[in-house]
């Protein structure tokens, strides 16, 4: 009886270690109306807590964190914890219709999940229509209690979040898009933690402000919460050292200009070593879409050092072009994992399915007794292998899964394009229009747990090339290699990085180029893929995959919560 006994008092001690650490994380979310006043007018907006972001979550890896979320807005509302792993808790996960129908107005839901392998910077906000201008916040997850960052401990935290702002209710305006086929009206100015900065109207009091003592340095954490717009970030005069990308450790990687897509976050040190002084930080956006509008301003706020006189006059930072797109791709491509650091995950090496994806914009053809004024009278689309993404409407797909419904999704999406062409070639796709229209349809792929994805993301011209923001739920992806023009394997499987590629959960696949991918498939549940401009989720840039039980109990999703949201 000796050694059973001594293997489980082994077993038991290994379970307090692990756990003795840990914690239990309660917040209370009220997502309401509130009115603000911004760039000369007073709004009406949604927001948690009466506060534009909402309420910063600070937790450490191993944590629990529940989150009680009452709807008391007039729409309806999911929350999603945008890069949280959601280890057998895809039921908290939150996009709407995919893990669950939405929180009515008036009622509630508690999320509850545990937050394992991961340390850094992520952030929540809503996933239903366009409530995330408003509705979001950051995620940060430390080290356990014990363990230290794998950089010098910085002298403080910053949390800074880059979003978007409207003149208008941004449900109104995606609404207008919706019943017109178009664009969305373009936004009215940027911002820098809920702030648009003096640059703008009546704005002189609306700036950020961060205070900083010579010879510290401070820990940024960057999230770009804007729905529609990658953004350029620096501060004049100063380096900016990244350490990690979508709470995965870096290699330290010095520059003096950030680039951040929608979805992704970016932590940087900021070594306060200039001269006593005020300089502005500032972020533009970076635009990749020839010929296409876009809200062309610039949101700041300013750094200023302890001691400086308040009549001091800020310097301002040199910004690219909107369309810097090589300023762009050599930052999104020098970027490496930290190879044997925290959570690090080797790259998987062999690979059980293949996928081929293209990814681009397109038409839908104008519903019977409908005025569209997309081109040619039709709707504006996108898609994945020529499929536009529906959402389901009567029950969430991974209810579906669950129960075993059926005629919610199918199965059969693609691994490769449908039609194969000369994807970033615009003149040959002009001469081709059945590629404008793809079939509005909800398509999964279902894969076996523990099997190993890799993706090659394409960029077409269909109807315009552009950098498009993918993001997967449920999983970190590793970056093997991305590039301009069309993939080709002959030469671009040798450019593969598969030594400390970056680990990410959101790649901009470059302007009219590709990305690879790579990640191994060790979650079950629904997991939505899709492009973080929201307009174009809407337009149905999206698929989704379907990840089949593991062989053990502790690789089997749980049933649903009991106040899991009614459809």
Not at 40 to 60: D, H, K, Y
Not at 170 to 195: F, K, M
Not at 249 to 267: E, L, R, S
Not at 418 to 424: A, E, K, N, S
Request: proline content about 8%; overall charge positive; aromatic content about 10%.
């Amino acid at each position: 009886m000796g050694r059973p006994v001594s293997l489980l008092v082994w077993a038991v001690a290994l379970l307090f270690a692990s756990t003795a650490s840990a914690a239990v994380v309660e917040q209370t979310f009220y997502v309401q109306n509130l009115t603000v006043s911004r760039l000369c007018n007073r709004q009406v907006i949604t927001a948690v807590n009466g506060s534009l972001p909402g309420p910063e979550i600070r937790v450490r890896e191993g944590d629990t964190l529940i989150v009680h979320v009452f709807n008391k807005s007039p729409y309806d509302l999911t929350v999603h914890w945008h890069g949280v792993f959601q280890k057998l808790s895809c039921w908290a996960d939150g996009p709407n219709m995919i893990t669950q129908c939405p929180i009515r107005p008036g009622n509630k839901y508690t999320y509850n999940f545990r937050i394992t392998g991961q340390e850094g910077t992520l952030w929540w906000h809503a996933h239903v229509s366009w409530l995330r201008a408003t509705v979001y916040g950051a995620l940060v997850i430390r080290p356990r209690s014990g363990r230290s960052y794998p950089f010098p401990k910085p002298h403080r935290e910053v949390p800074i979040l880059l979003g978007e702002w409207w003149n208008a209710n941004v449900i109104d305006v995606e609404r207008q898009a919706v019943a017109t086929g178009v664009a969305p009206n373009l936004s009215d100015a940027y911002t820098i933690n809920g702030r648009p900065g003096d640059l703008y109207p009546c704005s002189q009091n609306h700036t950020y402000k961060l205070r900083v003592e010579t010879g510290k340095t401070y820990l940024l954490r960057i999230v770009n919460a804007a729905l529609n717009n990658q953004l350029f970030y620096k501060i004049a005069k100063h380096k900016l050292r990244v350490v990690a990308v979508d709470a995965a450790y870096t290699k330290p990687y010095v520059t003096d200009v950030v680039v951040i897509a929608p979805g992704q976050t970016v932590d940087v040190l900021l070594a306060a070593d200039q001269r006593v002084g005020s300089f502005f930080m500032a972020a533009t956006p970076y635009a990749s879409a020839a010929g296409v509008q876009f809200d062309n301003t610039t949101t700041r706020g300013v750094v200023v050092y302890d001691g400086t006189p308040s009549s001091a006059t800020p310097v301002m930072p040199d910004l690219p072009a909107f369309n810097d797109t090589p300023t762009a791709h050599k930052f999104f491509s020098n970027l490496t994992g930290l190879k044997g650091g925290p959570n690090w995950v080797e790259v998987p090496r062999k690979v059980d399915h293949k996928m081929f994806v293209t990814i681009g914009l397109g038409l839908e053809a104008c519903p019977a007794n409908t005025t569209c004024l997309g081109p040619n009278g039709a709707r504006l689309s996108a898609s994945m292998n020529n499929q536009s993404f529906a959402l389901p409407t009567t029950v969430s797909m991974l209810q579906a899964l669950f129960s075993n419904l059926g005629g919610v999704y199918t199965t059969d999406f693609p691994a490769k394009p449908p039609i194969q062409f000369d994807y970033t070639n615009a003149t040959s796709v002009g001469n081709n229009p059945t590629l404008f229209f793809a079939p509005k349809v909800t398509k999964v792929t279902k894969l076996k747990f523990n099997s190993t994805v890799e993706m090659i993301l394409q960029n077409t011209a269909i109807l315009g090339v552009e950098n498009h923001p993918m993001h997967i739920h449920g999983f970190n992806f590793h970056v093997l290699a991305q590039g301009f023009g069309n993939y080709n394997p002959a030469t671009d499987r040798k450019k593969f990085n598969l030594v400390d590629p970056q680990m990410r959960n959101t790649i901009g696949v470059p302007v009219g180029g590709w990305a690879v991918i790579r990640f191994t498939a060790n979650n079950p549940g629904v997991w939505i893929m899709h492009c973080h401009l929201d307009v174009h989720l809407g337009w149905g840039l999206a698929t989704a995959f379907v990840v089949e039980n593991g062989p053990t109990p502790a690789t089997t999703l749980p049933p649903p919560p009991a106040d899991l949201p009614k459809c």
